[in-house]
């Protein structure tokens, strides 16, 4: 994933760092996600996905969230 592409995909406003460190799952295992699935992670910068968890709401706005009935 790195390799293909190294930038954050998030890249919010005042947080961003550039380089993607982290891979998140949008849809998280607590809503029924699957760690295992290559759909269902997309790469951060760190800050950009501390952020994201810390303000979920702006990440479900963001498409850096899904709730378990979006994952169909």
Do not use: F, Q
Request: hydrophobic share 35%.
């Amino acid at each position: 994933m790195v390799d293909e592409d190294p930038w954050c995909r998030a890249r919010i406003d005042g947080v961003c760092t550039g380089l993607g460190e982290d891979g998140h799952e949008p849809l998280l295992r607590s809503r029924g996600g699957d760690p295992a699935d290559p759909n269902n992670i997309v790469l951060l910068c760190r800050a950009c996905h501390d952020h994201a968890h810390a303000n979920p709401l702006v990440a479900e706005t963001l498409g850096l969230m899904r709730h378990s009935w979006d994952a169909a």
